[in-house]
């Protein structure tokens, strides 16, 4: 059974500067062994630049992963990785602490390359701490946009998938999620209502809450504006 613990706020601001604080503690904790899933689109893009702006001292253990990657080249404006590097720059993390979703490859070999990396990372018995997680307004998460993207996924860390807008992408599947100790959805926006309203009923049908079916605990995070049946 899966418990979802919900924090609302009143404004967006307030979520980005919790989120800030909270990702702050997550990778600046020193001496800590541990990796961290970011994940894309925009309600994150605020707290990675404020923690860019104001980075906690270098953790040589950290090591960062990403939620899912849209199959564009790195440098794209559609890519995850592109706007997320500011923050890696600033953490200095070295390219081998950063698990990223190789577009230059072939759709189904950045796919099998990903899940290798993510799969020799739980081998070498590092955590994966903190997992941030995005809500669509369709019900999807990271890029797993169906009950079918989940299925294909059994068994495996990393998928290829054909999103709705045409673009592909590589997501990592429920699996993977189930291997995250902190999985956190980070909501706003009023388009993510409904969405919002189906994962607080924990709805089987939503593609969101099925991909975190596996983890013990979940949290979402969630500005008043997306969450009127919270007010």
């Known amino acids: ?21 909270r990702l702050a ?15 894309g689109g925009g309600t994150p893009l ?3 630049r404020a923690l860019a702006a104001r980075p906690p001292p270098r953790n040589p253990q950290l090591h960062v992963l ?27 993390l070295p390219a081998a602490a950063v698990l990223r979703v190789r577009t230059e490859l072939t759709l189904e070999d950045a796919a099998r390359d990903y899940e290798r990396q993510l799969a020799a990372l739980l081998e070498s018995g590092l955590r994966i701490g903190l ?8 019900g999807h998460t990271a890029s797993l946009f169906s009950a079918a993207d989940i299925e294909r996924g059994r068994g ?10 045409g673009l592909s992408a590589v997501s990592v599947t429920a699996e993977l999620l189930a291997q995250v100790e902190e999985p956190l959805f980070v909501v706003a926006g009023a388009d993510k209502r409904e ?9 089987p049908n939503l593609t969101a ?11 979402l995070w969630v500005d008043r504006s997306a969450a009127p049946a919270l007010a």
């Open 195 to 203: 969405a919002v309203r189906s994962l607080l009923a924990q709805d």
């Open 209 to 219: 809450w099925r991909a975190v079916a596996g983890c013990a605990r979940v949290e």
């Open 46 to 48: 605020p707290a990675y």
């Open 1 to 21: 059974m899966t418990a979802l613990v919900t924090r609302l706020f009143d404004a967006r601001a307030d979520l980005e500067s919790a989120l800030a604080e």
């Open 25 to 39: 503690r997550a990778v600046g904790a020193p001496g800590t062994t541990a990796a961290h899933m970011l994940s």
């Open 156 to 165: 495996r860390l990393a998928v290829a998938v054909q999103r709705p807008d």
């Open 66 to 92: 990403f939620s899912d990657e849209r199959y564009v080249p790195a440098d794209s404006p559609a890519s995850n990785y592109r706007h997320i590097e500011p923050l890696l720059a600033a953490l200095a």
């Open 131 to 138: 997992g941030l997680l995005g809500l669509g307004a369709d």
